[in-house]
Structure formats: structure tokens, C-alpha cells
């Protein structure tokens, strides 16, 4: 099991190496002492933040890609692309509170 980079990353701003067997190292090479609850409170962070920004990923994969998006318009209207389209996805990836 190696290392969370990101939650050390996050915690240690003063780290700029991770090796997952010798540990976090500084900008001059000296070791960085790790503590675990650090790197779990940051991990808790790195988690929420992504939390709050995860329905635009998800959003993005449900979209039908934009020439499909384009020729339904074309062919049935702004209204109903957003009632058939843009509203199910939106609804299934809500936007967090």
C-alpha cells in the first residue's frame, strides 16, 4: 500500500518529493515527518472538495456529445432539448447544496 500523495501534498505544503518506501522529503532533500492525522484530516478536505465538484464530471459523461445535441435542436427545439436532454441529466446529477 503506497502513500496518499495528494493528502501529503495537501497537509505539507513544504513537501515536494514522495517516495512510498523512503518517505516525504522537502525542496533541500531533508525527510519530512508524516503524521497520520494530518494526512487524514486532508484526505477528509480533498474528498469534499471533490465532492462539490463531482456532478460536472458527471454531467459532462451523460451529455450526448455536442453534433447530437445540435441536430436535436435543429430538428425539435431549444424546449424540448432541454426538457429531454438537458433536464434528465441535470436531475439524475444534481448540483450540490
Known amino acids: 500500500m503506497g502513500l ?3 493528502a501529503i501534498y495537501k497537509a505539507y ?3 515536494v518529493t514522495i517516495d512510498d518506501t523512503a518517505g516525504a ?3 533541500d532533500g531533508n525527510s519530512v ?3 497520520q492525522s494530518k494526512i487524514d484530516a486532508a484526505r477528509v478536505t480533498l474528498n469534499a472538495e471533490y465532492a462539490a465538484i463531482k456532478y460536472k464530471y458527471d454531467r459532462k459523461k451523460a ?4 453534433g ?7 430538428h425539435n427545439g ?3 432539448w432541454k426538457t429531454d436532454i438537458v433536464d ?3 436531475a439524475k446529477y444534481p448540483k450540490p447544496s
Open 4 to 6: 496518499d500523495h495528494d
Open 13 to 15: 505544503t513544504n513537501v
Open 25 to 27: 522529503f522537502d525542496k
Open 33 to 35: 515527518t508524516l503524521e
Open 63 to 66: 451529455y450526448p456529445d455536442w
Open 68 to 74: 447530437t445535441q445540435l441536430d436535436y435542436i435543429y
Open 78 to 80: 431549444i424546449d424540448k
Open 88 to 90: 434528465p441529466v441535470k
